[in-house]
């Protein structure tokens, strides 16, 4: 099965229209992504406006980019419907908090997933494409995950992405 892709370009141009529509500049559209945020590295300018070229993008910025825009990691992948159904919401945040993905939680889906079909970590990279057996693995030391594959293990796991997010305390 093909999974749609979310479409990094299609959220610049959401970014890009709401900061028109409220007249903003690029620094002031960080400022609010950045809102929550008391300590440590805000979302730069620069990763904000990349959008509009990148086939790539960490994981944790998008969601910060997405609660700005109350949008849903689904309503930017063309094949969900109903993607700003409650089940796909983000939750909402105060300050000192941010949203991230949970990698961990997302392995042990994929992994009782993978157990349950009976497939091998290759299997599953084949029916993924665009990961390696190694990629999906180290998905169980946490770390980081990038847009536009993330989507693609939601999918494969038929979840809402939310499911596979936690708030965390700066």
């Known amino acids: 099965m093909e999974y749609a892709d979310f479409d990094l370009f299609a959220l610049y141009e959401a970014?890009?229209?709401?900061?028109?529509?409220?007249?903003?500049?690029?620094?002031?559209?960080?400022?609010?992504?950045?809102r929550f945020r008391t300590t440590r590295r805000p979302i730069a300018v620069s990763t904000i406006t990349g959008l509009?070229?990148?086939?790539?993008?960490?994981?944790?910025?998008?969601?910060?980019?997405?609660?700005?825009?109350?949008?849903?990691?689904?309503s930017f992948v063309s094949s969900f419907k109903?993607?700003?159904s409650e089940c796909f919401r983000l939750p909402n945040l105060t300050t000192g908090q941010i949203l991230r993905w949970d990698a961990g939680a997302l392995f042990q889906a994929l992994n009782a997933q993978r157990l349950q079909r009976q497939l091998t970590w290759s299997e599953v990279a084949r029916e993924l494409k665009g990961f390696t057996p190694g990629m999906l693995t180290n998905l169980s030391k946490g770390g980081r995950i990038g847009f536009p594959r993330v989507m693609r293990l939601v999918q494969w796991l038929g979840k809402?992405?939310?499911?596979?997010?936690?708030i965390a305390d700066w």
């Open 82 to 84: 109903d993607s700003d």
């Open 15 to 34: 970014v890009d229209k709401r900061r028109r529509e409220r007249e903003m500049s690029w620094t002031s559209v960080a400022r609010e992504v950045n």
């Open 52 to 74: 509009r070229t990148k086939s790539d993008c960490e994981g944790d910025g998008i969601l910060q980019v997405l609660l700005w825009l109350g949008r849903t990691p689904e």
């Open 160 to 166: 809402p992405a939310v499911t596979f997010t936690r």
